[in-house]
C-alpha cells in the first residue's frame, strides 16, 4: 500500500484496522501482537526502565491518516487519551492533502549543553579564556562518545554566556553544540558536560556548578507549512474564504494574548505529544522547550503562523525546538514504539522530527477550524460521550446508542449516561 488517504477508517472493526496497520507497515505476527497489547510491554521490561515498578498503565494507540509530509504519504500513530485529537489530525490532513499535502524540514540535531561557571573574579576575562580555548574543549568532549562521532556528530562548537544579574552572584555559562545524529542526545551531551568540567574550571580560574543539557533546544529546530485551498475548507453555510479568514483571525487572537496562545499551542502539542509518546520519546522536554521557544521574544505567543494568500487560500507555518531521537532509550526498549516507528517508516530523527511539527500543524489546523465555525464542542463532544457512556457502565454496542442519544439530547454528564443506560436494557428485558 502507498496511500495515506482512507475513507472511514474509524467505521472499521477494531480487528480491520489493525490487519490495515499490518500490511501498511509490513508487520510480523510479534509486531502485530504487540499493537494488539498481546506482546507490549512486559513487567520484566518496565522494571528495567523505571524504579518501584508494580505494574502497567496503557493508553490507546491510533492511527492519524491522509497525511502527505514531503510528497511521502505517512500514517501517524498517535497514543493519547483524549477524544477529537486523531480524529482532528486527520481530518486537516485531508484538507492539507488538497493543496499539496505539508511541507517540512529541520535543522541538524544540535543539543546544547550548559556549564555553569561561578567564583569569577572577571567575568569578561573568564569569556576570552574560554574562547581562545574552544579547540581544546571541543576535542576533550569528542573524546566521551566515539560512536557518535564516527557516525558523523559529535562537538560542534562552544558559546560563553555571562549572567552578570542572579540571586546567587555573578556567573558565567558556557554553551557546548553537540551534534547527536539520530539519538535525543541527553546522555551523550550530559557526559561530555561532565567530562569538560575540570578542564573548564582550569581555564577560568572558577568553580563549576551544573553540567546539563539544556530542553531548549532553538538549534534543533522542525518546521511545517501547509497550504489548503479556500475551496476545501466551505462546508454547510460556511464559505471557504470566510472559513480561512476566520482561523487567521483565531490565530491573531493567540499571537496577541497570551492566555489564548497557551491553549492554541496545547492543541499543537496534542498531536505531538501523542506521536511522541507512540514512539517513546522524552515528551516532557519537548513540551518544556516548545513553550520556552514560544516564549522566546520575551512574551508568550503562538508556535503557529496563519495568513490568507490573494487567492483566499489559508497558509499555514510552524517552528518550534524537537529534540526526538531512533535510537537510545524507550525508542527502543518499548516493543510497541519500535513498532510505532515501523509504522512510520522514518529513517532518521529529523524525519520523525518533521512529521511531529507537520502533526502540530494539522492539530491547530483541526482546532481553530472547529473554533471559528461551528465551536470546539459539537464534534468533541460526540466523541467525549463515549467515554462518558464506557464509564457509565455500557457495553459492546450500548457505547453506541448511549452516546448517540445523550448527544442527540445534547447532554452528556455521567447521570444521564447512565439513566440511559439504565433504559436501554429495560427496553431490551435485560438487567
Given at each position: 500500500m502507498t496511500s495515506s488517504r482512507v475513507s472511514g477508517f474509524y467505521n472499521w472493526t477494531l480487528e480491520e484496522r489493525l490487519a490495515w496497520a499490518a500490511r501498511w507497515a509490513d508487520l510480523?505476527?510479534?509486531?502485530t501482537a504487540a499493537l494488539a497489547g498481546m506482546l507490549g510491554l512486559t513487567l520484566g521490561q518496565a522494571d528495567r526502565m523505571i524504579e518501584n515498578v508494580i505494574g502497567q498503565y496503557t493508553l490507546p494507540l491510533g492511527l492519524a491518516l491522509n497525511f502527505q509530509i514531503n510528497a511521502r504519504d505517512v500514517v501517524v500513530p498517535m497514543v493519547i487519551e483524549e477524544p477529537s485529537v486523531v480524529a482532528g489530525a486527520s481530518f486537516a490532513a485531508k484538507l492539507a492533502r488538497a493543496g499539496g499535502g505539508f511541507r517540512a524540514e529541520s535543522t541538524p540535531p544540535e543539543m546544547i549543553g550548559q556549564i555553569q561557571v561561578l567564583d569569577l573574579t572577571d567575568l569578561d576575562a573568564a569569556r576570552s579564556a574560554l574562547l581562545a580555548a574552544?579547540?581544546?574543549?571541543?576535542?576533550?568532549?569528542?573524546?566521551?562518545?566515539?560512536v557518535i562521532r564516527r557516525l558523523g556528530g559529535g562537538a560542534r562548537?562552544?558559546?560563553?554566556r555571562l549572567l552578570p544579574d542572579t540571586p546567587a552572584g555573578p556567573m558565567l555559562v558556557l554553551h557546548l553544540i553537540y551534534d547527536c545524529r539520530d539519538a535525543?542526545?541527553?546522555n551523550a551531551v550530559n557526559t561530555a558536560c561532565e567530562a569538560l568540567a575540570p578542564l573548564i574550571a582550569d581555564?577560568?580560574?572558577?568553580?563549576?556548578?551544573l553540567r546539563i543539557l539544556s530542553n531548549l533546544a532553538d538549534r534543533r529546530l522542525a518546521r511545517a507549512e501547509c497550504l489548503v485551498p479556500a475551496?476545501?475548507?466551505?462546508?454547510?453555510?460556511?464559505?471557504?474564504?470566510?472559513?480561512?479568514?476566520?482561523?487567521?483571525?483565531?490565530?491573531?487572537?493567540?499571537?496577541?494574548?497570551?492566555?489564548?496562545?497557551?491553549?492554541?499551542n496545547k492543541g499543537i502539542m496534542n498531536g505531538i505529544d501523542a506521536v511522541a509518546l507512540a514512539t517513546g520519546q522524552d515528551w516532557r522536554a519537548i513540551e518544556a522547550g516548545a513553550h520556552a521557544y514560544a516564549a522566546r521574544s520575551g512574551r508568550y505567543t503562538s508556535l503557529s503562523t496563519w495568513s490568507q494568500d490573494p487567492q483566499g487560500n489559508l497558509i499555514?507555518?510552524?517552528?518550534?525546538p524537537l529534540a526526538v531521537g531512533l535510537v537510545g532509550g524507550a525508542s527502543r526498549s518499548h516493543p510497541t514504539a519500535r513498532v510505532a516507528l515501523k509504522l512510520l517508516r522514518v529513517q532518521t530523527a529529523r524525519e520523525l522530527a518533521e512529521v511531529m511539527a507537520a502533526v502540530g500543524l494539522a492539530q491547530n489546523l483541526a482546532a481553530i477550524r472547529a473554533l471559528a465555525t461551528e465551536g470546539i464542542q459539537k464534534g468533541h463532544m460526540a466523541l467525549h460521550a463515549r467515554q462518558v457512556a464506557v464509564a457509565a457502565g455500557a457495553e459492546a454496542d450500548e457505547v453506541a446508542r448511549v452516546a448517540q442519544r445523550m448527544v442527540a439530547e445534547g447532554v452528556v454528564r455521567p447521570d444521564r449516561a447512565e439513566a440511559m443506560l439504565t433504559s436501554l436494557r429495560s427496553e431490551r428485558g435485560g438487567t
Open positions: 510480523t505476527d510479534a509486531e574552544r579547540e581544546r574543549i571541543l576535542a576533550r568532549a569528542d573524546e566521551t562518545d566515539p562548537d562552544v558559546d560563553v535525543m542526545g541527553a581555564i577560568t580560574g572558577g568553580r563549576v556548578g475551496s476545501a475548507l466551505a462546508f454547510d453555510d460556511f464559505a471557504g474564504v470566510d472559513v480561512a479568514r476566520g482561523i487567521v483571525e483565531a490565530w491573531a487572537f493567540a499571537a496577541a494574548d497570551p492566555y489564548r496562545a497557551a491553549t492554541h499555514g507555518w510552524i517552528e518550534l
